[in-house]
Each structure stands twice: as C-alpha cells, then as structure tokens.
C-alpha cells in the first residue's frame, strides 16, 4: 500500500480569512450561525472561498500530505465548493464531512450531502436539537457514512449523550473529565486533536492521557484562518509540547486513518469529485 499521511480535522473553507488582531474567544470566532468566520463566509464570493481552498491544498500537498478530512459547511453548495478546489490540485484527497445548511433534520437534504460527501462532521451536540441530532446520526448511519461532531472544546458535554450517537470520531475533548475518557476508550471511539489550533484559545487537549487510555488518536490542523495545514508544523508543534513518541505520532497520521477512516481504501468513495 502506498504511504498516507492524513490531516485529519480541517476547515479549509476558512483558508481565505485573513484573522484581526486580538484576542478572541472560540464563540466569537467559529461559532455558528454569528461568529466571525460565518460572517465572512456568507459575505465572500464563491471565487474567493475556492482560491483560498486551492492555496491551503497546496500547502498541504507540499507538506506530504496525501489526505484530509474537511469539516465542510455550507450545505450541497460547501461541498461543491471543495470538490471544484480539489480537482485543480493534484495528489491530495479530499473526504469530505458536510454539514447541513441549518441545525434540523431534513431527509431529502441529507439524501443529497450523502450522494456527494463522505459522511457528516457537525459543529456540536449543543447546537443542535437532541432529536433532530438523533436523526441526523441515524440517517448517517444508514448510509455507511462517518459521522463525527466537535465535542468538549470549550465546556464539558455530556459524553455519555454524545457517544449514543455512535460517532465515527470525534474532534478536540480539551475539556473532558477522566471519566469521559474512560468512556470514549470503553466505547474504542477515536479522537482527533488540533493541538495548534486549540493553543491559540489557552486549551490544551488531553493527549497523554488519551494515549495512556489506549483511544485511538489522529491528528488534524483544524481552522485555515488559525494555523497553517502544514502536518509537518502539526507535528513538530506535537513532539515539542506533549509527551508523545514518533511512533504515537506516526499512528496520528498514518496508522489511525487507515484503520479507522479507511484512509488510502477508497470505500467511502463519493458520487462526486475525487475518491
């Protein structure tokens, strides 16, 4: 099998975004539908978005990566936009996690991001209704697709609710308990950790102990506009910080997305764009 190394948590559609000083908080910056990344996004020309994209592909290309997992908003439209980029850079594959256009179950929208998308990567259980969440998951997983939220970033949620949807993975747990690592590891549940990207809120997220734990751990970059998607700042960012190996580094990248994502095994091959 040829090597892969996947980034494996982005949001490249932010690429474009060139960030105001000062401090900001998670809420004011990424969160839908008002914080400031969403506001630019609705405001930028589809031309605009994609170049960034293109920009951020290539930096992720000549960085060695050979995949990513994008967190792509914006409905059938988000995906679309991503699909074009991909096409014009060569050896770099997208998968892509849609996300519905608002916080509510809507089959026949799901039926069209699932046609043309990898799975769904929601921003977090509390932004949405519990039951149109319950769907959404449900819905995924009738499809074979992944399914994945954000979870814990800023404030504790309650694992035990976002484990009952069976997420394929999930993204960043800085403020999970001791407890809600156990149970995600009970659960063999991966998460993936933007080690960058969380530093510039002040949130360190819990690697050691995740690895202590034996969860399965990838690695992602998280926002364009925050870091760059270079893997390899990721990673030296990685050994500099945390007590990890090159061996545990190795697996966030390579290892961990084959088994758990299927990296470089093309069964969540799209109707769409690239495999």
């Not at 997992?69 to 892509?96: C, K, M, P, S, Y």
């Not at 993975?169 to 991966?190: E, I, M, Q, S, Y």
């Not at 510039?200 to 506009?225: H, K, Q, W, Y």
Request: contains cysteine.
């Amino acid at each position: 099998m040829a090597d892969v190394c996947c980034n494996c948590h982005t949001h490249l559609g932010d690429a474009f975004i060139s960030l105001p000083g000062g401090d900001w908080t998670v809420e004011q910056l990424v969160a839908p539908p008002d914080g400031y990344k969403h506001r630019r996004l609705r405001d930028a020309s589809r031309d605009e978005v994609i170049e960034g994209m293109r920009r951020a592909l290539r930096v992720m290309r000549d960085g060695g990566v050979t995949h990513f997992v994008d967190f792509r908003e914006g409905g059938l439209e988000g995906v679309r936009l991503l699909d074009e980029a991909v096409r014009q850079v060569d050896d770099v594959t997208a998968i892509i996690m849609a996300r519905p256009r608002k916080h509510r179950y809507d089959k026949k929208e799901m039926d069209m991001l699932l046609e043309q998308a990898d799975g769904i990567g929601v921003s977090s259980a509390a932004d949405w209704p519990s039951d149109a969440l319950r769907q959404v998951a449900a819905h995924v997983h009738r499809s074979d697709g992944l399914f994945a939220l954000h979870a814990s970033e800023v404030v504790r949620e309650d694992i035990h609710a976002v484990l009952a949807l069976e997420p394929s993975f999930l993204v960043h747990l800085c403020r999970a308990t001791d407890d809600d690592l156990r149970a995600v590891a009970a659960d063999g549940v991966p998460v993936v950790v933007c080690p960058r990207a969380n530093a510039f809120f002040g949130l360190r997220p819990p690697i050691e102990r995740m690895l202590e734990l034996d969860i399965p751990v990838m690695l992602g970059t998280d926002n364009a506009m925050l870091v760059s998607p270079d893997i390899r700042e990721e990673t030296a960012y990685l050994r500099q910080h945390f007590a990890v190996s090159r061996e545990d580094v190795a697996a966030m990248t390579a290892a961990n997305p084959r088994k758990y994502l299927n990296v470089g095994g093309n069964i969540h091959q799209r109707a769409g764009g690239n495999p």
